[in-house]
């Protein structure tokens, strides 16, 4: 077996990325931007969503400017009129980056899903715009889909053996490298080994590929006796419960259009991959099989549209509703279009699907628009129903009058809007300038004085908390369709233990002290007058390591004692937030252990932890390391 030169390598890679400058540019760019957000991760907010930003657009701009290279391929076009085609897309992928903004608006994640698709199935068919080459088509699309496959396995084995090799470093000469070095490992392997492995394979003589009549006998086996059977399992369980409700004559739970969905994917994803054999004289039954899926999935569809309009009907219409029923209308288009029509192609369904998920995705008639537009209807109309609206503005709601079905409704909803579509979603009903109440809610003042940006997380908390607050809502939290309200009003319990002074600690006797704020599991590694120090969180216990020996402190199961003995029983006062509050005596918020050379006291000066009903959970904590040598 002959091994590919370093030499064969290096000019494997100079082609790919000679065919592909603008891509290779993309994925090393969103790679940089990968590296850069590990390390800045929990450090600056503001930082970091955008080289979060920042990856989303190299991804979106790869995409585009492989499917332009593909289309200009494909239709001979060469020299300045392909680069100024390759450089109008790159210009258009790289404004996103003042488009797409995940930090602030919850909804941009699902819109670059969105993009992300749209442009994957966008390449699927970029090289493919002229009539017929069905064929060709189809095998282009099988080589992208193994190479993927390929570049895929080699990514993970090669993460796999990189990471045991630094394991083994690690282990046997004391290194230190932490999570973040495995992370941008592989981002690196991701980003650059895998995407430019991936490229090198994209085919480029368009016209071979149709007469190629090549077709794995694995794929066939797959389709035949594993895609096929589960999808008739699927159908066979949907037809049936649409006999018993029709029998019954009740409402279909909503959770039967995900069954519905999976049996159109399997389906149409099984007669897709029998295509090109599907005209074999052994294969006609696949012809009869194709006309029972589109007629079968008719009546489906029909249930489809009735669990969707119920959810909608209820609860306005959100985002995953509007995809549902979009997705439902576009597979009623699929059904007669491959009934009706005599002229059939495969490619209808990549680029109807893509323009559907385009629309889909910005404008008036978008998800996002229609979805924010419903749930501020569904919120005036609960404030109007007891009389606190008005003139366009909310007013706050009596919390003694409005019942709890309603308020936690109104709460869910808000919780909403602020997280999809930001707290500026608010502004129609609100006479503050919003803006700056987001401004003033994204700092905080630490016990030091010291002015930091809050995580997104802590962001969205207390801009719902501040609605909440500002529309009488504060003794009310949220649930979800499938909950009970009783059930979601009680389940989430929040508790704030802190020391009565926690601006001025009290450090006589001790040698130096270290401040504690993380609640994820990490390691800080530092050196304090020649002395080795690490701190290190892991599942909400707190240890402090001095030259290799370890005070370790079970902060969580100590603050869960401190609930049995205080909170339990014990009213608190309750802070802005509607979370009960405690003041306890130092003593119950001071841990100490002793190790070898020194004695090592945990202070909380201030805690925030709880319960939606499972296990409990720290949300923040201020806290400090005071350390004394013996």
Not at 180 to 209: H, K, M, R, Y
Request: with cysteine; glycine share 6%.
């Amino acid at each position: 077996m002959k091994f590919p030169s370093v030499k064969n390598l290096f000019e494997s890679v100079g082609i790919t990325v000679e065919r592909f400058p603008i891509e290779s540019i993309f994925a090393l760019a969103g790679t940089v931007a990968a590296t850069i957000k590990i390390e800045l991760t929990y450090t600056s907010r503001i930082q970091e969503n955008w080289s979060l930003r920042a990856i989303l657009v190299a991804n979106l701009g790869l995409l585009l400017s492989l499917s332009a290279t593909l289309f200009t391929e494909s239709k001979g076009i060469a020299g300045s009129k392909k680069l100024l085609i390759r450089i109008v897309t790159a210009i258009v992928a790289g404004l996103f980056i003042f488009i797409i903004n995940p930090g602030e608006h919850g909804s941009d994640h699902i819109r670059f899903v969105l993009l992300s698709l749209s442009f994957h199935l966008l390449v699927a068919f970029a090289a493919f715009t002229n009539k017929g080459h069905i064929n060709g088509f189809w095998q282009f699309n099988k080589t992208l889909f193994l190479r993927f496959l390929t570049s895929a396995l080699y990514g993970v084995v090669l993460f796999a053996g990189l990471s045991a090799a630094i394991g083994a470093m690690n282990f046997l000469f004391n290194f230190k490298f932490e999570w973040d070095t495995f992370s941008i490992l592989f981002a690196w392997i991701v980003g650059i080994f895998s995407t430019l492995f991936f490229l090198a394979g994209v085919p480029d003589n368009f016209e071979n590929l149709e007469t190629d009549d090549s077709y794995p006998k694995g794929l066939k086996f797959f389709t035949q006796y594993v895609l096929i059977p589960l999808a008739m399992v699927y159908v066979a369980i949907l037809l049936a419960y649409e006999i018993k409700i029709l029998l019954q004559w009740e409402l279909p739970k909503g959770l039967v259009s995900n069954l519905i969905l999976g049996y159109a994917v399997f389906g149409i994803l099984s007669l897709l991959l029998v295509y090109p054999i599907r005209e074999r004289e052994e294969n006609k039954w696949l012809k009869t099989y194709a006309r029972y899926f589109y007629f079968l999935l008719i009546p489906l569809l029909g249930l489809l549209f009735a669990a969707a309009g119920t959810r909608i009907f209820r609860y306005g219409i959100t985002e995953m509703r509007y995809f549902l029923i979009a997705l439902a209308i576009w597979l009623l288009f699929i059904t007669f279009y491959f009934l009706i029509a005599k002229k059939q192609s495969i490619k209808m369904i990549p680029i109807s699907l893509s323009l559907l998920i385009l629309l889909s995705t910005y404008g008036p008639q978008s998800a996002f628009t229609v979805a924010m537009h419903s749930q501020q209807s569904v919120l005036t109309g609960l404030f109007k129903k007891y009389e606190a609206f008005d003139k366009d503005m909310l007013m706050p709601v009596d919390s003694n009058k409005i019942k709890t079905e309603d308020a936690t409704r109104a709460v869910s909803t808000i919780d909403y809007l602020i997280y999809r579509h930001g707290l500026s979603s608010l502004q129609p009903f609100f006479k503050q300038d919003l803006d700056k109440v987001h401004d003033s809610l994204a700092v905080e003042n630490t016990t030091r004085n010291i002015v930091v940006n809050v995580s997104d997380w802590e962001l969205r908390f207390r801009q719902v908390n501040w609605a909440k607050k500002q529309l009488g809502l504060h003794k009310f939290s949220q649930y979800d369709d499938y909950a009970t309200v009783d059930t979601a009003a009680s389940k989430l319990k929040t508790y704030v233990f802190k020391i009565k002074n926690s601006v001025a600690l009290d450090v006589k006797g001790y040698d130096f002290i270290a401040a504690e704020n993380k609640t994820y599991d990490d390691t800080t590694t530092y050196t304090i007058n020649t002395n080795s120090c690490r701190q290190i969180v892991t599942n909400y216990s707190y240890s402090l390591q001095i030259d290799g020996q370890t005070a370790y402190f079970g902060v969580l199961k100590h603050l869960k004692d401190l609930v049995k003995k205080n909170a339990a029983d014990k009213p608190g006062t309750t802070n802005d937030r509607g979370q009960p509050e405690y003041v306890l005596p130092d003593s119950a918020l001071t841990l100490t252990k002793k190790i070898k050379g020194y004695t090592v006291t945990f202070k909380i000066k201030q805690a925030i932890f709880g319960t939606d009903g499972g296990e409990f959970a720290i949300e923040s904590i201020d806290a400090d390391y005071l350390v004394k040598k013996d």
